[in-house]
């Protein structure tokens, strides 16, 4: 069975910095997209980063310049690391999996808050 196991979440200042990691087990397959979304409350859960297995990346406008995603197939696990955070940042922030049947999996989301 697979699960995505996130850490790294926590609470920080404005233009403070997080790194998030989110590590796969349960396949001995590579997964394909992996990537980061967040839901702040209230609001629907939105796409953050997204990175393939062969490393294109892709980011929502509003974290361009501050945040970069990276993986390690090896490991099949997956990082984001968040740079300048702001207050509006502050979310539950969700690590999914696409396996190679091309489904996705979702980790159990960790917890970022920003204060100004």
């Known amino acids: 069975q697979v699960q995505l196991v996130e850490s790294g979440g926590g609470l920080v200042q404005a233009g403070g910095s997080l790194r998030l990691s989110c590590a796969g087990s349960?396949?001995?397959?590579?997964?394909?997209?992996m990537g980061w979304y967040r839901q702040a409350p209230g609001k629907q859960r939105e796409l953050v980063a997204a990175?393939?297995?062969?490393?294109?990346?892709n980011y929502a406008d509003s974290v361009k310049g501050r945040f970069t995603i990276s993986r390690d197939n090896a490991k099949n696990t997956v990082y984001v690391q968040m740079n300048s955070l702001k207050p509006e940042d502050t979310a539950v922030y969700y690590c999914?999996?696409?396996?190679?049947?091309?489904?996705?999996?979702w980790g159990q989301g960790t917890q970022v808050t920003v204060s100004s």
């Open positions: 999914n999996a696409v396996d190679r049947y091309g489904t996705g999996h």
């Open positions: 349960g396949t001995i397959f590579i997964f394909n997209t």
């Open positions: 990175v393939t297995r062969g490393g294109s990346t």
